[in-house]
């Protein structure tokens, strides 16, 4: 829990990661409270995965600090960092990550039961989940769906926890139109509704259109892009 005056959602301050000669990222600031979004644009090869990815703790930085939820992710032992992750984080990748053999409502319903929840309940919230998202809940393996579909079932998966931050690394980016839209209804409606700090990596101008706030990393500082994409 976070009590009073503890800063939920996301914060992120001084962080730094060098690859070989280039800094990716030279002293990142960046916050995201709970129930507001934020688009990250910028050149590709830019490091913008790079910085989701420590954020997530999966690349240790250089130098900086990441709270998740009211919790400082650097320097915590790998196992506590992914029980944050568990627990706090929901993440949409562009290539979903889902487990081809397993239904879509088994593979909803996973982050829930690795974490050690109820079956019942996992099944029950994966199940709202899917309806809420249009997702057909046939017994087919989720490997025989369409991108769109699969891409869909993935953002179902990364909310069937409730995290407190949402991250996504270009959601929408092998979409046709229509899923584009549903995938962006459902990143934003995390945010607007169930009070989750957004932050997404895109170079879709829809999407970035929609967020709160869009920011552009580019040689390795995140500055502000105003509202919308490209400026
Ligand atoms: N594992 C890796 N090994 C070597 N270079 C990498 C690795 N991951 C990323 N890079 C390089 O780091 C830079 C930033 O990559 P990335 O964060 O994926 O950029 P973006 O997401 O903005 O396109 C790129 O120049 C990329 O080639
Ligand atoms: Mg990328």
Redesign the pocket.
């Known amino acids: 829990m976070v009590t009073a005056g503890e800063p939920a959602g996301l914060q992120v301050a001084g962080l730094r990661y060098r690859?070989?000669e280039?800094v990716?990222l030279d002293g990142v600031d960046l916050g995201v409270e709970p129930g507001e979004s934020v688009a990250v644009v910028?050149?590709?090869?830019?490091?913008?995965?790079?910085?989701?990815?420590c954020i997530l703790g999966l690349i240790e930085a250089d130098a900086g600090t990441v709270r998740v939820h009211g919790r400082e992710l650097a320097g915590l032992p790998a196992r506590q960092k992914a029980q944050v992750r568990r627990e706090h984080v929901g993440t949409v990748f562009r290539s979903g990550e889902l487990l081809p053999e397993l239904t879509p409502l088994e593979n909803v319903a996973l982050p829930v039961l690795l974490g050690g929840g109820d079956y019942h309940a996992a099944y029950r919230r994966a199940a709202e989940l899917l309806t809420e998202l249009g997702v057909s809940q046939e017994e087919t393996p989720t490997g025989t769906l369409s991108c769109d579909e699969r891409q869909c079932i993935a953002v179902a998966r990364a909310l069937v926890t409730d995290p407190q931050v949402l991250l996504a690394?270009?959601p929408t980016g092998s979409l046709g139109p229509q899923a584009r839209e549903a995938v962006a209804d459902l990143l934003f409606a995390a945010a607007q509704e169930r009070g989750c700090a957004l932050l997404v990596?895109t170079d879709d101008p829809a999407v970035a259109a929609r967020a709160g706030r869009t920011l552009r990393?580019e040689a390795g500082v995140l500055t502000d892009a105003g509202s919308g994409v490209g400026a």
């Open positions: 690859l070989g280039r990716l910028g050149p590709s090869g830019s490091g913008k995965s790079t910085l989701l990815m690394d270009e990596v990393l």
